[in-house]
């Protein structure tokens, strides 16, 4: 981190073209690709096409639409999710026998990749919501959990002391005590967790749904409508970004003396 | 003035804190280590008791047994003629690193231990404490925006916030600089005799054990046993360049440096 003052706006503006550098490559071959070679536009549309569909979908409405039943899905595994994993990541880092009864199979469980989960979920959820949202669940609920848990097994013994010498009980240890210092740490496990749910549901809808964004991608790639299969992609990217800088700002907001702790970092 | 302190001894009573052939052990690697050693201790109240001793002598084991904090199995231990079963509200403590909780701001830390009070009179406590230990206006700050001796302080404030008779510290200047040190002793004392407090201070800074103590707790390590205990002449003590402060160091010393006095006088020049 930077800690002089002076050359911050220079930092600014340096960081935001060295962003830029490798998208405006990638921009360039494609332009290169489109223009001077005889890939067929079904495979790869030239840049023009893919603003004019971008324009079309958000015109028709079609792509809110998408997004809006993407993100509602999202939303519900991702809360379903984060209860869960903060009440059984909290319950396995304060009491040992939780601990030793669970994480053997969440650790197991946790080794299956997402995409291997959904054969099975669509045998038994069908291709409807509620497959989305176990699918989901699946994902986010594990990252949540083992954040928790280490956040609240990381919890100093001094603090716990000090919460024993005023005869805290049980639940007020974990309030005042336990929960605070794993928040920072809850934190990242939910930040990943949404970021997880995203992808799930991407890839659920894509092979089994018959709506969202992920389907409006693999309904476009058997009519080859590669640049739909584009925006969409680029769609995914942003609608992802926004989300995981949204999570950021609300969770900064929710730890006021972590920015303290940081600013008095930055001074030293 | 002698003859009425002996008076008050033969009257069991008046012990707030009573420690009767107290016997630790701790199992490290399956093997017991024996960690007390037949500890007796009785400390009058309004007392300021300095315990001095190396690190690992078992002394601020003694402290927490003497808080709750750690079970004992074999010997006597009472506080306020209780047997001393778990932590209570009138035993505070101190602990070296300040153990502050950092999301909580100062007020709040101060206040940690003030349950089931209403807002104002809880407020009106931490305000108190606060302004005693030096710290009004830093009740809004985190821990982190303060420094050591600052965040030792508000850990006294915390400690003493619920008006503990007992307050028990150990190594609470260990972390600060020699500055800082003497600056937060001189303010103990000052407390100490506005509160009346009975303060037992866990140190292994034998000039803080002279300058504190009404009596010194001498221990030695492995196991922890009491070699002596000092009565204090304060008249003496508080002058940390006298003879008599002198003296009583020397004295000290030769438990813990027996066979080097070459290490033991460059420190006697001072």
Redesign the interface.
Known sequence: MKTDRTPKIGFGIRKIILALVIPFIIVLIWLYATMYTSIPHGILPTIPEVGQTFVEMLKSGQMKEDILISISRVLKGYLISAVLGIFFGSLIGMYQPVKELLVPIITVIRQIPMIAWIPLIVLWCGIGETSKVVIIVLVAFFQILVNTQSGIESTPK??I??A????LSRWKTFT??YL??A?PQILVGLRLGLGGSWMAVVAAELIAATSGIGYRMSSARSNMQSDVVIVCMIVVGIVGVLMDKGIGVIFAAL???RK??NE?RKEE | MKEAKDEIRENDNSYIINVEHLNKQFIVDKQPMEVLHDINLKIKKGEFITIVGHSGCGKSTLLKIM?G?VDYEDGIVERNGHAVV????KC??V?Q?H?L????KIKDNVG??L?NLPKQEREEKVRKHLEMVGLKGFENS?P??LSGGMSQRAAIARGLANNPTILLLDEPFGALDALTRIQMQKEILRIQEEEKTTMVMVTHDIDEAIYLGDRIVVMSARPGEIKEIIEVDKAESRKRSGAGFAAYKKRIYDYFFEDSDVEYDVEYVI
Do not use: A, I
């Open positions: 001094g603090y002391e000090v024993k010498l005023y005869k005042k005590v605070p210092h928040v730890t006021p003396w303290v702790e008095n | 808080c904090l778990g932590p209570g509200p505070g403590m602990f690193d153990r909780l950092p999301w909580l940690f231990g349950k985190y982190s925006q």
